[in-house]
């Protein structure tokens, strides 16, 4: 039982930056290997990035590589991802998963337009 929520979305110009935000709620936050996973209409649901449960490791898509960042703040139950030099092929809904062991659970996404 983890309630996840992004916020942070908007719209931004090419080549510009947006940092979005995803807390969760409980005190096992610090158990949990978090990741962005990005949608655009029409297509499927795919990874951007990964970070391990102590915020160490870090993993990235080709597409993102360079350009994004995740991040993590245990303490305040929240996991970043710092999106710089965005481009039009960016625009997607983003959501969070945290993954514990057992299960894996996802957050409702939030809105990204990268207008050209």
């Known amino acids: 039982q983890v309630q996840l929520d992004e916020s942070g979305g908007g719209l931004v110009q090419a080549g510009g930056s947006l940092r979005l935000s995803c807390t969760a709620s409980?005190?096992?936050?610090?158990?949990?290997?978090m990741r962005w996973f990005r949608q655009a209409p029409g297509k499927g649901r795919d990874f951007v990035a990964r970070?391990?449960?102590?915020?160490?490791?870090?993993l990235y898509a080709d597409s993102v590589k360079g350009r994004f960042t995740i991040s993590r703040d245990n303490a305040g139950n929240t996991v970043y991802l710092q999106m710089n030099s965005l481009k039009p092929d960016d625009t997607a809904v983003y959501y969070c998963?945290?993954?514990?062991?057992?299960?894996?659970?996802w957050g409702h996404g939030t809105q990204v337009t990268v207008s050209s």
């Open positions: 409980g005190r096992t936050f610090s158990n949990y290997v």
């Open positions: 970070i391990s449960a102590s915020g160490a490791t870090t």
């Open positions: 998963a945290a993954a514990s062991d057992a299960n894996t659970y």
